[in-house]
């Protein structure tokens, strides 16, 4: 195997977090901010781009790591190396509620495309790349735009997802209709594409989007219940008008911000 070799727990429910155990010299790439905690014994270095790839020289450090920015990433990723003499354990945890998802990327014949928010962390050795939509429609009503990530390699691989999550595994010919933002990811064989909702009344009135996407097999898919985008656009619009939330929701309303004495004449 290219791909380090790692052991890995999950712990929790809502809030997870993934444990890696790392032999000696074992390392594994993380994005920064998901960084949890760690065993004394962990050197922890920030590389450009996933480090995958060796003797690229300075300018292909560089190329690979800029690729990462057209997605929205960071330049650089962190990379934790167990430099004891044994066993060690590092954690990553996910920056919002739902599921981590471990990806056996030897299981999946060695790529994995997945939404590009979605990577968590990886077995040093797997690369993180873009895949471009090759398609028009798939690239304008995407949901994801024109790229999406890709996982590439023969090691473990873990994402993160919103709310709970499905997985699908897809006969030849078979398709799935799904909502854009709730795909976490899927196999290299599933054709992916877009379709119009369709139907003037579900066009104007619908409140779920123009387009959904169509996924056919054969190959595995991985569906969130609760997108990011979806649950930040609950939050904004919950938020108080003229930033002044006492009283919200109560039976006094305005009338108890007045008892309380907060508006002044």
């Known amino acids: 195997m290219n791909a380090h070799e790692v052991d890995y727990r999950i712990y929790g429910e809502e809030m997870q977090y993934v444990e890696i155990e790392l032999d000696p010299q074992e390392a594994v790439v993380a994005e920064a901010g998901s960084f949890m905690m760690m065993d004394d014994g962990i050197k922890m270095e920030t590389i450009f781009g996933d480090g995958s790839k060796k003797d690229t020289g300075f300018l292909g450090k560089i190329l690979g790591a800029g690729k990462r920015i057209i997605t929205g990433e960071s330049l650089f990723m ?121 139907g003037i009344k579900n066009t104007v009135f619908g409140g779920e989007g123009l387009f959904f996407a169509k996924l056919e097999g054969p190959g595995t898919v991985y569906i969130q219940s609760l997108p990011f985008s979806r649950l930040a656009n609950r939050i904004i619009a919950s938020l108080p008008k003229g930033g002044n939330s006492k009283g919200e929701g109560s039976l006094l309303g305005g009338l108890g911000d007045i008892l309380d004495g907060d508006n002044r004449f």
């Not at 167990?82 to 990806?103: C, D, E, H, Q, T």
């Not at 690369?127 to 890709?150: D, N, P, T, Y």
Request: charged share 20%; hydrophobic share 40%; net charge neutral.
């Open 78 to 198: 962190t990379a934790f190396y167990n430099v004891g003499l044994g066993k060690r354990n590092v954690s990553f945890a996910s920056p919002y509620p739902g599921k981590i998802i471990p990806i056996d990327l030897l299981a999946f014949g060695g790529k994995f495309i997945c939404q590009k928010d979605a990577f968590l962390c990886a077995a040093k050795g797997v690369s993180v790349g873009i895949e471009f939509s090759k398609k028009l429609g798939r690239g304008l009503f995407g949901g994801e735009g024109f790229i999406m990530q890709k996982l590439e390699g023969d090691g473990l691989a873990f994402v993160h997802a919103g709310g709970t999550t499905a997985k699908k595994v897809l006969e030849p010919g078979e398709t799935l209709r799904v909502d854009t933002g709730c795909i976490i990811g899927f196999t290299q064989d599933v054709n992916y594409d877009i379709e119009f909702v369709g």
